[in-house]
C-alpha cells in the first residue's frame, strides 16, 4: 500500500512502548491503530530475557535454586515447589509430610499475595487510585509472616531438595489464623469499592471474552482458562504434593470476560484460605527434611513436574545426562500462553479495552521472558 | 425501560457506597511507618549477609577452610583462603571474602557448611557510593567483632 | 495625591479587586493541592506529604518553586508559538469567571446582568487550550487526550447548561447577585435536587476530574496532553485546572446552595464570604473525594452517560420546571 493511501485510511501505529504504566514489566505491544480502535496488536517480547534456563544448564542442580524465584518474583514459591519436586521425583527423593504440609501453607499464603498485588495493580490500570493501597495493606502481613519463617520477603529461596529447610513454629501459627481471620473480614471492603461499582462493571463486563475453543487452542491456563467456563486445574486434575488431602473448590467463571476471570481469582483467594486453615488443622509433626546424597546425580533420562502457579500451569522439563548438571532444563510458564491469544482477541477493540484486557489476564512479563 | 431506570439505581447505590468505603477510610488511623524517622524491629530470621560465627568457647571462627560454601555457591561470590602454618595441625583462614553484588542470599552457604560456621547477619540499611563497598571482608567483620 | 483622587473609583475597585482575585487563586491552588494530597493519602491509610516543613505544610510552595526552576523543554519539530500559548490560553480564561462571582453580599468585582452567560463561555475557551496544546506537542499521546477532550466538554456542556437554565427560569435572571438574594428563603437545592447532581457531575466532566480524567489518563496515555511540558507550563496547567474545579464548585453554591446566605453573622455583608467558601469548599471535599475513589469511565461510556442519562434527565427537569413556574 502507499504512503499516500495509508495515510489517508487513517491509520497509524502507537508503541505501548517497553516502558508503559500499564503493561505489566517490560512489554512492547505495537499497535495498528485506527482512531480509537486498535486493529492489530503485536507484542514483542525479550526486553527482559536473563537466560535462567541456561543458568540452569551450567551449573549443578542445587545451585537452580535462586533462579527459580526470580523468574516470577510475585508469587515464587511454587516456582520453587515445581524445580524441587522435579528434582525428587527424578532422584527418588521422598519428602517427609510435616514438610508437604509447609509447603503447601506457604504456596497458598503466596498466592493470595500474588492475587493480592493483581487486584491492586489491575485497579490501577482502569484508573482507580486506593485498591492497590488497600492490597498492599493486606499483603504486608502476608510479607511478614513468610519472612519470618523463610528470611526473604520477594524472592524465596526456601524449600529444598527432600523438604524445607527451615521449620515453622508456634508464632507461625498463630499469625496466620490471625491473617486469615482478618483477611475475611476485609472482603467487604473489596466487595463494597471495587466489585460492585458500576464504573468497574462497565469497564469489564463484556469485555475481551475469551471463547473456551479459543482458549485450548493457545494453551491458556490458570484463571484465565477456568473464567472461560472449563474447569481444569493442576491441583485437582493431576495433584501433587498432599493436596488431594484438603477439600476445596474451583471456581469457575461462565462468560470468559474479563469480569469473569476477575471473579474467579477473587473466590480463589478464599478457596486458599480454606486449604491453610485445613492445613494448619492437620499439620503433623515430624522431620522437616529428609536425607539427600550430597551430590544427586541426575539419571539420564527426562522427566517432568506441573504444579499451578497463580497464574497457570507452571511445569519443568528436565533432561538429564548423568551428571549432577541438567543437560537442558526447561521451563513452560504460563503467561507466555496466556499473552498469545491478545493478536486474536485485540483486533478492532478499543484502547482502553486492551488496557482492561491486559489487566485481566495478569501477566508477570519477566517470567515470560525468563 | 425497566432496565435502563433499575441499572441506574443500581449504579447509583454501588457509587454511594464506595465513596462510604473511602470516607471512613479517611478517618482510620496509618498503616505506614515514617522510614526513616521511625523503624521497624526486623524478624530474627531475616536473610542479611552472610557472617562467621563467633564461637563463644574458642573466641574465634569455626570455620576449617574446606571451601564447601565456596564450590556449592551458585554465583561464586565467595572467596575462602587458608594456609598451612607451621606448628598447627589444620590450616588457617587467611582470606574469606564475599561479593555481596552478586549473592542471591539463597542459603546453600549457610547449610553446606560442615561444621556450621556461617549464620546470616541483620544489615538491611545498606547503602554506599561503589560498588566495592560490597566486596565484605567478612574475616576482618569478625576480628572486629572479637575486639 | 492628586492624580488618585482624579481617578474614577470605579476603576481603582476593579484594579485592586483583580489584584486580590489573582492572588487568592494561587493561595487557593496552593491549599488544594496541599488538601489533595493529604486527603488522598488519608484515603489510602497513609500520611501524605510529611517532610517539608512540619506535616508537609511547605510541600505546595517548595513544589512551587522547583517547577519554576525547571528547564522549560521544547521539543523538537513543534509549531513553537502554539506550544507556547497553550498554557497561557489556559490560565486566562480562568481568572475572568472570578470577577462575577458574588463572594458576600457587598464583594463582588463586577456584577454583570448576562454573569452566568460569561462564565459559561469562559468555560468553553478552556476547552481550545487543551486543544492547543495536545496538537501543538507533535506527539501522537497528547493528540489523542486532546482530541477526547474535546469530545468531553462538547457533549458535557449541554446538561450543564440545561440545569443553570432550569434554576434561570426558577428567578428570571442572569446575573449572579439577583439569583443568590432569590434564595433567601429556600435554597434552590431543596427546589431542583435533579439539576444539582447534574450540574455537578458535568462540571466533574468539564473540568477533567477523576472519574472523568481521560485528557490525562496517567495509565493508559502516559500523561496525555501535557506529557511534554515541563517546569512553568505543567503548573500553568495545573493551576488552571484547580481554578476551573473552583470556579465549577462556586457556580454550584451561587445557584443551588444558597451562596453566602447562612446563619448571622456580625458585618453580615462582607463576612457572608465565610459562608461561601465553607460550601464551597464542602464540595471540593466531595470532588477530591471522587477522584481516589472510583475508576475511569471508558471514553464511549462517557459520551453514552451524557447522551443518553443526563441530557434526558435535564430536558425532563427543564419541562417540570417551566410547568410549575407558570402555574
Known amino acids: ?370 | 425501560m425497566k432496565q435502563y431506570f433499575s441499572e441506574l439505581y443500581t449504579g447509583g447505590k454501588s457509587l454511594v457506597e464506595g465513596l462510604g468505603v473511602t470516607m471512613k477510610a479517611l478517618f482510620m488511623p496509618i498503616v505506614t511507618v515514617q522510614y526513616p524517622r521511625e523503624e521497624i524491629d526486623i524478624s530474627p530470621s531475616f536473610r542479611g549477609h552472610i557472617d562467621l560465627i563467633l564461637d563463644p568457647e574458642k573466641n574465634s571462627y569455626r570455620c576449617i577452610t574446606c571451601g564447601m560454601c565456596e564450590k556449592s555457591c551458585p554465583s561464586d561470590c565467595i572467596t575462602v583462603k587458608g594456609e598451612k602454618r607451621e606448628g598447627e595441625k589444620k590450616k588457617t583462614l587467611v582470606l574469606f571474602e564475599l561479593d555481596f553484588t552478586k549473592c542471591s542470599l539463597c542459603g546453600t552457604c549457610v547449610e553446606v557448611c560442615p561444621v556450621n560456621a556461617l549464620e546470616y547477619s541483620k544489615e538491611y540499611n545498606l547503602a554506599a557510593f561503589s560498588r566495592e563497598a560490597f566486596h565484605y571482608d567478612i574475616l576482618k567483620r569478625l576480628e572486629e567483632r572479637i575486639k | 495625591m492628586e492624580t488618585i483622587s482624579t481617578l474614577p473609583p470605579e476603576l481603582i475597585r476593579m484594579v485592586i479587586s483583580v489584584i486580590i482575585i489573582i492572588s487568592f487563586l494561587f493561595l487557593n491552588a496552593i491549599m488544594m493541592g496541599y488538601a489533595e494530597r493529604k486527603i488522598a493519602g488519608h484515603v489510602q491509610r497513609r500520611p501524605g506529604p510529611m517532610e517539608v516543613g512540619s506535616h508537609g505544610i511547605l510541600q505546595m510552595i517548595i513544589d512551587g518553586i522547583k517547577l519554576v526552576a525547571k528547564e522549560l523543554v521544547v521539543p523538537f519539530n513543534v509549531d513553537r508559538t502554539l506550544f507556547r500559548v497553550a498554557p497561557l490560553l489556559s490560565f486566562t480564561p480562568v481568572i475572568l469567571p472570578l470577577l462575577v462571582i458574588p463572594f458576600s453580599e457587598k464583594l463582588q468585582a463586577r456584577d454583570l446582568n448576562m454573569g452566568l452567560i460569561f462564565i459559561v463561555t469562559m468555560g468553553s475557551v478552556n476547552v481550545m487550550a487543551i486543544l492547543v496544546g495536545g496538537w501543538g506537542s507533535n506527539n501522537k499521546y497528547s493528540m489523542f487526550g486532546a482530541m477526547r477532550a474535546v469530545a468531553q466538554a462538547i457533549s458535557y456542556e449541554i446538561p450543564i447548561l440545561l440545569s443553570m437554565l432550569a434554576v434561570i427560569l426558577m428567578c428570571n435572571t442572569f446575573s449572579l447577585k439577583e439569583i443568590v438574594g432569590a434564595q433567601q428563603k429556600i435554597w434552590f437545592v431543596f427546589l431542583q435536587p435533579v439539576a444539582f447532581l447534574i450540574y455537578v457531575i458535568g462540571g466533574l466532566a468539564e473540568t477533567n476530574r477523576a472519574p472523568f480524567d481521560l485528557p490525562e489518563a496517567e495509565s493508559e496515555l502516559t500523561a496525555g496532553f501535557h506529557t511534554e511540558y515541563s517546569g512553568m507550563g505543567f503548573s500553568l496547567f495545573f493551576l488552571s485546572e484547580y481554578t476551573n474545579m473552583f470556579i465549577v464548585a462556586s457556580v454550584a453554591t451561587v445557584l443551588f446552595l444558597g451562596g453566602w446566605h447562612g446563619p448571622h453573622l456580625p458585618y453580615g455583608e462582607y463576612l457572608g464570604v465565610v459562608w461561601f467558601l465553607l460550601k464551597v469548599y464542602f464540595l471540593l471535599f466531595l470532588m477530591i473525594m471522587a477522584r481516589w475513589t472510583y475508576p475511569r469511565v471508558r471514553f464511549d461510556q462517557l459520551l453514552n452517560f451524557s447522551w443518553k442519562y443526563l441530557v434526558p434527565f435535564s430536558l425532563v427537569n427543564l419541562l417540570i420546571t417551566a410547568v410549575i413556574v407558570k402555574l
Open chain 1, 1 to 370: 500500500m502507499l504512503e499516500s493511501e495509508y495515510q489517508e485510511q487513517n491509520r497509524f501505529f502507537l508503541n505501548m512502548g517497553p516502558q508503559h504504566p500499564s503493561t505489566h514489566g517490560v512489554l512492547l505491544i505495537v499497535l495498528e491503530m485506527n482512531g480509537e480502535y486498535v486493529l492489530d496488536p503485536q507484542p514483542v517480547l525479550g526486553f527482559i530475557h536473563r537466560m535462567h534456563e541456561k543458568m540452569g544448564e551450567s551449573r549443578p542442580c542445587p545451585g537452580f535454586m535462586p533462579n527459580t524465584g526470580r523468574m516470577d518474583y510475585v508469587c515464587a514459591l511454587p516456582y520453587n515447589h515445581g524445580y524441587v519436586s522435579l528434582i525428587e521425583r527424578k532422584a527418588g527423593i521422598e519428602v517427609p509430610e510435616r514438610a508437604e504440609y509447609i509447603r503447601v501453607i506457604t504456596s497458598e499464603l503466596n498466592r493470595i499475595a500474588s492475587h493480592l498485588l493483581w487486584l491492586g495493580a489491575y485497579l490501577l490500570d482502569l484508573g482507580a487510585f486506593t485498591p492497590i493501597l488497600y492490597g498492599f495493606d493486606d499483603r504486608e502481613h502476608i510479607l511478614d509472616i513468610l519472612e519470618s519463617v523463610t528470611g526473604s520477603r520477594l524472592t524465596y529461596s526456601y524449600y529444598r531438595f527432600g523438604g524445607v529447610c527451615q521449620d515453622i513454629d508456634e508464632t507461625f501459627v498463630e499469625r496466620t489464623r490471625a491473617f486469615i481471620k482478618r483477611l475475611r473480614k476485609r472482603y467487604a471492603i473489596y466487595e463494597k469499592l471495587v466489585t460492585k461499582n458500576i464504573i468497574f462493571i462497565k469497564r469489564t463486563e463484556d469485555i475481551g471474552i475469551v471463547s473456551p475453543d479459543m482458549a485450548l487452542r493457545y494453551g491458556m491456563t490458570g484463571p484465565n482458562l477456568r473464567g472461560s467456563g472449563i474447569s481444569y486445574d493442576i491441583r485437582k486434575n493431576e495433584p501433587y504434593s498432599v493436596y488431594p488431602e484438603f477439600d476445596f473448590e474451583i471456581p469457575v467463571g461462565s462468560q470468559g470476560d474479563c469480569l469473569d476471570r476477575y471473579m474467579v481469582r477473587v473466590r480463589e483467594i478464599e478457596q486458599s484460605l480454606r486449604i491453610i486453615e485445613q492445613a494448619l488443622d492437620r499439620l503433623p509433626d515430624g522431620p522437616i527434611r529428609s536425607k539427600v546424597p550430597k551430590n544427586i546425580k541426575l539419571a539420564p533420562g527426562d522427566c517432568n513436574f506441573a504444579v499451578e502457579a497463580a497464574r497457570g500451569e507452571l511445569s519443568y522439563y528436565l533432561i538429564g545426562d548423568g551428571t549432577s548438571t541438567p543437560y537442558r532444563l526447561k521451563v513452560r510458564v504460563p503467561s507466555y500462553s496466556n499473552l498469545s491469544c491478545l493478536p486474536e482477541l485485540g483486533r478492532g477493540i478499543l484502547l482502553p479495552d486492551l488496557v482492561s484486557i491486559l489487566g485481566s489476564f495478569d501477566l508477570v512479563i519477566p517470567e515470560i521472558d525468563r
